[in-house]
Structures are given as structure tokens and as C-alpha cells.
């Protein structure tokens, strides 16, 4: 008789109290990583030696990414036709030119991503605030992995963290980005800034 009690109020109490935030599912991540075509928007980076950076950040999926930094940093980072070029205007050699597939940004610029695909996802939690996901290529984990922070109503990227396969981190916050901004093709294209 007593314990039937005890239980009201525990019921009660609980049925009071708000709904706890949950991390948000792979498939509804990967889901918004899809629906992202375009995005502009200003980016804080804290580099891996700890100086940090501002600048613009454009994305137009799949596979392009461009970089523009505020003075007095003089890189600009493109990404586009499968690989990723480093600008240096400092610097009169051409640019540094990697494979997209050989880093970690690959996975959230692929033409679909798919972050329930067996172990690609090495790491979901949730931290009170922001759902955070560490996803790396399954085929090729030695490239270093990227970490993602994203908060919830409506669904939103806010951080990432990219650790490469040489040991060093790089964080991009992402400030408020315009998903209707006009992305030209010509931004992305590595081609046609070595011609210039």
C-alpha cells in the first residue's frame, strides 16, 4: 500500500519536468548534410599551432569549399575537382595540392552522405547543448577523422574539428551562414586561379 504511494508523486514528478535534448540520429545529420547545397558565412579557426584565423567560409555541395581569410593572413583555400588547393600569396611556387579523398572533409562533401555506413562514425554524443559526431573514411581511417558539432531546432553545423593523419587539429566555427547565397562556379575552380 505504501509503495503505490510513493509511486504518484515519483510519476508526477517526472511527467513535470521538461523533455531532455537528445542528440540528433546519424540519419537526420546525414540528412541535413544532404540538403546543404550552398552556404556562406564568417568563420573563427583556431590553427593548429593555436593562432587563429577569421574569414569566409562558402560551401556548394557536392565537393566544393572555398576559404577566404581576413587580412593580414594572405591564404585562400579552394576546394574543387576532387582536390584541395592552398594559395599562399606570400609564396610565389604554385599552390599546395592535395586529394578531397585523402582528407577528412571529403565525408561532408561527398556527393551523399551517409553516416550510418559501417564504422565511419567513430564517435556520437551528445554534450548538453550540441550533438557531436567523429566520422572518418572506413576504408581509410589513417587519413585522420573530423569532428562535428551541431545543434538542434532547426538542425544546424556550428563547429568542426579537423585531425589530420599528421597529428595536427584544426577548428572552423561557423557564425551565422546565408543558405541562398549566389556561389558562382568560378570560385571553386583551382584551374582558373592558377591561370590568373
Do not use: C
Not at 513535470?16 to 552556404?39: G, T
Not at 577569421?54 to 576546394?79: A, C, H, K, N, S
Not at 548538453?128 to 566520422?135: D, L, P, S
Amino acid at each position: 500500500m505504501k509503495m503505490r504511494f510513493l509511486l504518484v508523486p515519483v510519476t508526477w514528478l517526472a511527467l513535470a519536468l521538461p523533455a531532455a535534448a537528445e542528440k540528433l540520429s546519424l540519419a537526420a545529420v546525414s540528412k541535413y548534410l544532404n540538403d546543404l547545397q550552398r552556404a556562406k558565412g564568417v568563420i573563427t579557426q583556431i590553427n593548429s599551432d593555436g593562432s587563429i584565423s577569421t574569414g569566409t567560409l562558402m560551401i556548394r555541395r557536392p565537393g566544393r569549399m572555398r576559404f577566404e581569410y581576413d587580412p593580414p593572413e594572405q591564404t585562400l583555400v579552394v576546394v574543387g575537382g576532387g582536390e584541395v588547393a592552398i594559395f599562399d600569396k606570400k609564396s610565389n611556387i604554385g599552390p599546395d595540392r592535395y586529394p578531397l579523398k585523402r582528407t577528412p572533409l571529403s565525408i561532408i562533401l561527398a556527393r551523399n552522405v551517409d553516416l550510418t555506413r559501417a564504422r565511419m562514425v567513430t564517435g556520437h554524443s551528445y554534450d548538453g547543448t550540441a550533438t557531436i559526431i567523429t566520422a572518418q573514411d572506413p576504408d581509410n581511417p589513417d587519413y585522420g577523422n573530423i569532428q562535428l558539432k551541431f545543434t538542434d531546432n532547426p538542425i544546424e553545423l556550428r563547429q568542426w574539428v579537423v585531425n589530420s593523419d599528421d597529428g595536427s587539429s584544426t577548428t572552423v566555427i561557423l557564425g551565422e551562414m546565408d543558405r541562398s547565397a549566389s556561389l558562382p562556379n568560378g570560385l571553386f575552380n583551382i584551374q582558373a586561379l592558377l591561370n590568373q
